[in-house]
């Protein structure tokens, strides 16, 4: 059981949730997950570290509305309670000084992004950060990100605000201007992380992403999560959440995440007519 | 009643679900006894004076003695007798394999059938939970000494509450949100239902055990980190983990499910609720699940019940070879699920959306013997064939989990990963830890893992008793 501290509104569907988990927050580093349920028939839920504070033992994460269980997650109040929550689950991001660093983040990513752009910034690297959503309006942690970065530039996808284009494109940039980049981490929708490593290929700079497949328990034990890295089966929610970008196979990752899509939309509309009647 | 007899009564046949009735439902299978029928196998026994089927139980259950308090008609203080060595009586008299054990070594199994010692055993077990206040056990006087068990299968509840009656204060981590392991998470509500587990657990709450649920020791917390907070024995139960897969084309298809996932996405998450419950799971039509062990026939068998029109199992020895219970097996047959021996799949085939559509197969025969005595399997060549299925389910097998291992510097584990452990205290390469059940054995029993734990606490207290 696990009590929600605070809870904020950060764009249209997209909520910032705090909870009190000492022994969570204690363990958890940047790159690492918690997974929650948010009642007895609710479905195990996997969401990335978008903050801590150690001092006060609380653990921010920050969602968007997609379906069923995100939904019904966003009705929850500050005072409620939600049934679990365990973590911290998969393995950080390796954080070290590699020089100039780019972190990459597309719309819900931005949010698994900063504590690493801010570790990344602490251990001394010079952090440029890209991040990007559809609109304005969907863009979040602006400020918190600017804060933790030598450069922050921002795109949209319909040239609402920053920059018009993808996350990718400024980086494409950057890299044909001959600008020297050590270290590339990138965080959003599949498609996206797919593009930072098409770009970032040929110049051969180091590029992690982090994986969202479905996942159930977590930590090691089902085998749903499973991707492909460099021809080899791996475990996503042990082997990762982070890995080399440039092995990863996204088309059969965007294909798995597609499984439930019938089921997805069975368990949407009886929620959404259930609360319609309420 | 004079042997003679006795020896004239039939076994007694526990009333069952039909076939039809059960294929498209989740509930138990078997019905269970009725006092009757139960005082009426219990004369079966001849109440040997050299009781062999004792020898056949891992935990030496005193079985004429509680038999022959159901024939006196104390059925509560029958369960009573069987939980002296056997915490866990509702659970082991459904899911042991009485078959191999003290069912196969009563006197009665070389002419006749063996007395029904595992029907005999629910029926006491549900008698007294259905009929009797189950009365708390005197506690021994508090030692002041922590204990924290690592994981709530059998091996750990086991362990837990033999030491919280022996005045020790325990704590018990488990990572996922319920508490029963393989109990909870694996065995389908067909053949054991959750009620069942969920009673043993409140029993241990009830002791005065605590449970720490989404509790993942090597994340949340070290094993190292527990001595600091002032555990002085940890107890590792922690079972087996990892699927394995067979590294064929294709495995990562749409509709291919490890045998935990599938099995944790019914029991656990209750998908074949959805969606009343959150968690989705596939209804195939054509259902094939790769493997033979009673994982592999719990999760056919889930197949059926989610709706298939076909359920496979697809098997690459013989029937002989199958590890799984014969009445699981039995069960199967009975529901309709179609049998492929003799085959392994190669190859998996998709359609454009990254489905599984097909599998190729091949059919394989019998060769020499191998490692584990059992004839090896050999490919016949030329003999491929495509079989057409929506699902499948990999059921070969776990490998042990690294979580606790990976964190805890010292533990020593085999080149499976097992931890290594005296298999008469549960002792480890580590001082004050100690580890039973399936994470030292590899897959094995519900009853040797409880008979693990039963030893462990033993050793456990007289190593307490040091400090
Ligand atoms: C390690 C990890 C960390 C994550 N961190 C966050 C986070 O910080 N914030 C956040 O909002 N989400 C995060 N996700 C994704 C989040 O878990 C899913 O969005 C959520 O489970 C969807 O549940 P639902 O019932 O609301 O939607 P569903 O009905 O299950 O899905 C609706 C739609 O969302 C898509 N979807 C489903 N699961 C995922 C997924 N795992 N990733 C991406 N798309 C998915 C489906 O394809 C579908 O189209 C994370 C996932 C993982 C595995
Ligand atoms: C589908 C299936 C059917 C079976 N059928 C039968 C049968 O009919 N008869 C029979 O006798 N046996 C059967 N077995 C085998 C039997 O269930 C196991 O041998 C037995 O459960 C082992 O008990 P255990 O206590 O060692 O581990 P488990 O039951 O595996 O429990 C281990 C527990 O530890 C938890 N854990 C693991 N790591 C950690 C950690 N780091 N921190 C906290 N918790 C952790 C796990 O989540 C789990 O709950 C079956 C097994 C399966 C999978
Ligand atoms: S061996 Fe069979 S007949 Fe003899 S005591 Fe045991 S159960 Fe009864
Ligand atoms: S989520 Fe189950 S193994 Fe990764």
Same mark, same amino acid.
């Given at each position: 059981?696990?009590?929600?501290?605070?809870?904020?509104?950060?764009?249209?569907?997209?909520?910032?949730?705090?909870?009190?988990?000492?022994?969570?927050?204690?363990?958890?580093?940047?790159?690492?997950?918690?997974?929650?349920?948010?009642?007895?028939?609710?479905?195990?839920?996997?969401?990335?570290?978008?903050?801590?504070?150690?001092?006060?033992?609380?653990?921010?994460?920050?969602?968007?509305?997609?379906?069923?269980?995100?939904?019904?997650?966003?009705?929850?109040?500050?005072?409620?309670?939600?049934?679990?929550?365990?973590?911290?689950?998969?393995?950080?991001?390796?954080?070290?000084?590699?020089?100039?660093?780019?972190?990459?983040?597309?719309?819900?990513?931005?949010?698994?992004?900063?504590?690493?752009?801010?570790?990344?910034?602490?251990?001394?690297?010079?952090?440029?950060?890209?991040?990007?959503?559809?609109?304005?309006?969907?863009?979040?942690?602006?400020?918190?990100?600017?804060?933790?970065?030598?450069?922050?530039?921002?795109?949209?996808?319909?040239?609402?605000?920053?920059?018009?284009?993808?996350?990718?494109?400024?980086?494409?940039?950057?890299?044909?201007?001959?600008?020297?980049?050590?270290?590339?981490?990138?965080?959003?929708?599949?498609?996206?992380?797919?593009?930072?490593?098409?770009?970032?290929?040929?110049?051969?700079?180091?590029?992690?992403?982090?994986?969202?497949?479905?996942?159930?328990?977590?930590?090691?034990?089902?085998?749903?999560?499973?991707?492909?890295?460099?021809?080899?089966?791996?475990?996503?929610?042990?082997?990762?959440?982070?890995?080399?970008?440039?092995?990863?196979?996204?088309?059969?990752?965007?294909?798995?995440?597609?499984?439930?899509?019938?089921?997805?939309?069975?368990?949407?509309?009886?929620?959404?007519?259930?609360?319609?009647?309420? | 009643?004079?042997?003679?007899?006795?020896?004239?009564?039939?076994?007694?046949?526990?009333?069952?679900?039909?076939?039809?009735?059960?294929?498209?439902?989740?509930?138990?299978?078997?019905?269970?006894?009725?006092?009757?029928?139960?005082?009426?196998?219990?004369?079966?026994?001849?109440?040997?004076?050299?009781?062999?089927?004792?020898?056949?139980?891992?935990?030496?259950?005193?079985?004429?003695?509680?038999?022959?308090?159901?024939?006196?008609?104390?059925?509560?203080?029958?369960?009573?007798?069987?939980?002296?060595?056997?915490?866990?009586?509702?659970?082991?008299?459904? &899911?042991?394999?009485?078959? #191999?054990?003290?069912? =196969?070594?009563? *006197?009665?199994? %070389?002419?006749?059938? @063996? $007395?029904?010692?595992?029907?005999?055993?629910?029926?006491?077990?549900?008698?007294?939970?259905?009929?009797?206040?189950?009365?708390?056990?005197?506690?021994?006087?508090?030692?002041?000494?922590?204990?924290?068990?690592?994981?709530?299968?059998?091996?750990?509840?086991?362990?837990?509450?033999?030491?919280?009656?022996?005045?020790?204060?325990?704590?018990?981590?488990?990572?996922?949100?319920?508490?029963?392991?393989?109990?909870?998470?694996?065995?389908?509500?067909?053949?054991?239902?959750?009620?069942? &587990?969920?009673?043993?657990? #409140?029993?241990?709450? =009830?002791?005065? *055990?605590?449970? %720490?649920?989404?509790? @993942? $020791?090597?994340?949340?917390?070290?094993?190292?980190?527990?001595?600091?907070?002032?555990?002085?024995?940890?107890?590792?139960?922690?079972?087996?983990?990892?699927?394995?897969?067979?590294?064929?084309?294709?495995?990562?298809?749409?509709?291919?499910?490890?045998?935990?996932?599938?099995?944790?996405?019914?029991?656990?998450?209750?998908?074949?609720?959805?969606?009343?419950?959150?968690?989705?799971?596939?209804?195939?039509?054509?259902?094939?699940?790769?493997?033979?062990?009673?994982?592999?026939?719990?999760?056919?068998?889930?197949?059926?019940?989610?709706?298939?029109?076909?359920?496979?199992?697809?098997?690459?020895?013989?029937?002989?070879?199958?590890?799984?219970?014969?009445?699981?097996?039995?069960?199967?047959?009975?529901?309709?699920?179609?049998?492929?021996?003799?085959?392994?799949?190669?190859?998996?085939?998709?359609?454009?959306?990254?489905?599984?559509?097909?599998?190729?197969?091949?059919?394989?025969?019998?060769?020499?013997?191998?490692?584990?005595?059992?004839?090896?399997?050999?490919?016949?060549?030329?003999?491929?064939?495509?079989?057409?299925?929506?699902?499948?389910?990999?059921?070969?097998?776990?490998?042990?989990?690294?979580?606790?291992?990976?964190?805890?510097?010292?533990?020593?584990?085999?080149?499976?990963?097992?931890?290594?452990?005296?298999?008469?205290?549960?002792?480890?390469?580590?001082?004050?830890?100690?580890?039973?059940?399936?994470?030292?054995?590899?897959?094995?029993?519900?009853?040797?893992?409880?008979?693990?734990?039963?030893?462990?606490?033993?050793?456990?207290?007289?190593?307490?008793?040091?400090?």
């Amino acid at each position: 059981m696990s009590k929600i501290l605070e809870k904020e509104s950060l764009g249209p569907k997209i909520n910032l949730i705090k909870l009190k988990v000492p022994h969570i927050v204690r363990k958890a580093k940047p790159g690492q997950f918690v997974i929650l349920r948010i009642h007895e028939r609710g479905e195990r839920i996997p969401m990335s570290i978008a903050d801590l504070d150690l001092e006060n033992d609380i653990l921010t994460i920050i969602f968007q509305e997609v379906g069923k269980s995100t939904a019904e997650l966003a009705t929850f109040k500050p005072g409620e309670t939600l049934s679990d929550v365990i973590g911290p689950l998969g393995k950080p991001t390796p954080i070290k000084n590699y020089g100039t660093s780019v972190c990459v983040g597309g719309g819900i990513g931005i949010a698994p992004l900063h504590p690493i752009a801010k570790a990344l910034k602490g251990c001394g690297n010079k952090v440029i950060s890209i991040i990007g959503a559809r609109s304005k309006e969907l863009l979040f942690m602006e400020e918190e990100m600017r804060k933790i970065s030598d450069e922050l530039l921002i795109t949209t996808d319909d040239g609402s605000y920053g920059t018009r284009g993808l996350v990718s494109e400024p980086l494409a940039e950057m890299l044909k201007n001959k600008k020297k980049i050590d270290f590339v981490m990138a965080i959003g929708p599949v498609p996206m992380m797919k593009a930072v490593c098409y770009v970032t290929k040929p110049y051969r700079i180091k590029t992690m992403v982090s994986l969202n497949p479905i996942m159930i328990d977590g930590t090691g034990m089902c085998g749903v999560c499973r991707v492909s890295v460099g021809g080899e089966t791996k475990f996503a929610c042990v082997d990762g959440p982070d890995f080399d970008g440039h092995k990863v196979d996204f088309d059969e990752l965007s294909i798995r995440l597609k499984m439930y899509l019938k089921e997805e939309k069975i368990a949407m509309e009886r929620y959404l007519s259930l609360m319609g009647k309420q | 009643m004079e042997a003679k007899e006795r020896l004239k009564i039939p076994r007694q046949r526990m009333p069952e679900q039909t076939p039809e009735q059960r294929k498209s439902n989740f509930f138990e299978v078997p019905l269970g006894y009725t006092p009757e029928l139960a005082q009426k196998e219990a004369l079966r026994c001849l109440q040997c004076k050299r009781p062999t089927c004792m020898d056949g139980c891992p935990v030496e259950i005193d079985i004429p003695g509680f038999i022959k308090l159901i024939e006196d008609e104390d059925f509560i203080g029958a369960a009573k007798k069987i939980k002296e060595t056997n915490s866990l009586p509702a659970v082991c008299g459904r &899911v042991c394999p009485q078959e #191999d054990q003290c069912e =196969k070594t009563c *006197v009665l199994a %070389k002419k006749f059938d @063996p $007395v029904a010692i595992g029907n005999l055993e629910r029926f006491v077990a549900d008698y007294e939970k259905d009929e009797g206040e189950i009365e708390i056990p005197k506690i021994e006087k508090k030692t002041g000494k922590k204990v924290a068990v690592v994981g709530s299968g059998p091996a750990g509840l086991t362990v837990a509450g033999d030491l919280v009656k022996m005045g020790h204060e325990v704590t018990v981590f488990e990572l996922l949100h319920k508490a029963g392991g393989v109990l909870v998470y694996g065995i389908p509500e067909f053949r054991l239902p959750k009620a069942m &587990v969920e009673a043993e657990v #409140d029993y241990l709450r =009830k002791l005065g *055990v605590k449970i %720490k649920l989404s509790w @993942p $020791v090597g994340a949340s917390q070290t094993v190292d980190e527990l001595f600091e907070e002032g555990y002085q024995v940890v107890f590792l139960g922690t079972g087996a983990g990892l699927p394995n897969f067979m590294h064929i084309p294709g495995e990562n298809l749409c509709g291919i499910y490890s045998a935990n996932e599938y099995l944790t996405r019914s029991n656990l998450m209750k998908a074949y609720a959805f969606p009343d419950h959150d968690t989705p799971i596939f209804s195939g039509k054509n259902v094939a699940v790769l493997g033979g062990g009673n994982t592999a026939m719990d999760a056919v068998r889930i197949g059926l019940r989610l709706g298939a029109k076909n359920a496979y199992i697809v098997y690459r020895r013989s029937r002989a070879e199958m590890p799984a219970r014969e009445v699981e097996i039995h069960h199967a047959e009975e529901e309709g699920i179609k049998f492929h021996f003799l085959t392994t799949p190669i190859k998996y085939i998709s359609n454009e959306d990254g489905w599984v559509t097909g599998m190729e197969c091949l059919r394989m025969e019998l060769g020499e013997p191998d490692a584990s005595g059992r004839r090896r399997p050999v490919p016949i060549k030329g003999s491929n064939f495509i079989m057409e299925v929506d699902t499948v389910v990999v059921a070969i097998g776990n490998s042990s989990h690294p979580l606790v291992p990976r964190t805890t510097p010292g533990l020593e584990v085999n080149k499976w990963g097992n931890i290594i452990a005296d298999l008469e205290t549960g002792q480890t390469s580590r001082k004050g830890v100690f580890a039973g059940g399936d994470i030292v054995t590899g897959g094995a029993t519900v009853i040797l893992a409880a008979g693990a734990g039963k030893k462990s606490a033993r050793a456990i207290d007289a190593y307490l008793k040091t400090l």
